[in-house]
Every structure is written in C-alpha cells, then in structure tokens.
C-alpha cells in the first residue's frame, strides 16, 4: 500500500511511492548507472560488491535504483 499525502479536503495529491521512483530516476549520475548496468553484468545481484565500487552509495540504494527502473512487472 502506498503512502499519500492529502490535503485537507482529502484529495490525494501526491503518492510517496512514485515521488521515491522519479526521484531515483535522477538521482544516479550517467556515470553510476552506466557503472551499475556493467557490475550487474559481471556480479548479478550483489549489491554489497556493487555499491563497494559507488562511493556515497549503499547497497540498498543501488538494489533500490535497480529494481525501479528495470523492473520486470508492468
């Protein structure tokens, strides 16, 4: 269930969850993503080894940035 945040009326104005997506999205440089997608060929879903190689970044971050934009579910 996604959090929302609503006005006083009750109107839902913006869900937390895509605002936490698109915010992702835009937060990883060319760079990073570039450097995950290749990481991920090499070391599949070892986040830990990945985020070892992205200073700043945790492995749940990168697992996060991942599974947002290369879902499989549509």
């Known amino acids: 269930m996604a959090d929302t945040e609503q006005s ?8 937390s969850q895509e605002v936490t997506s698109e ?7 060319e760079d990073e993503e570039t450097l995950i997608r290749r990481m991920y060929d090499l070391l599949g879903k070892r986040w830990h080894l990945i985020a070892g190689r992205i200073p700043g970044r945790t492995a749940e971050e990168i697992e996060k ?7 499989t579910s549509a």
């Open 8 to 15: 006083s009326n009750g109107d839902h104005i913006v869900a």
């Open 65 to 71: 940035y991942w599974n947002t934009i290369y879902s």
């Open 23 to 29: 915010r992702l999205k835009h937060d990883f440089s």
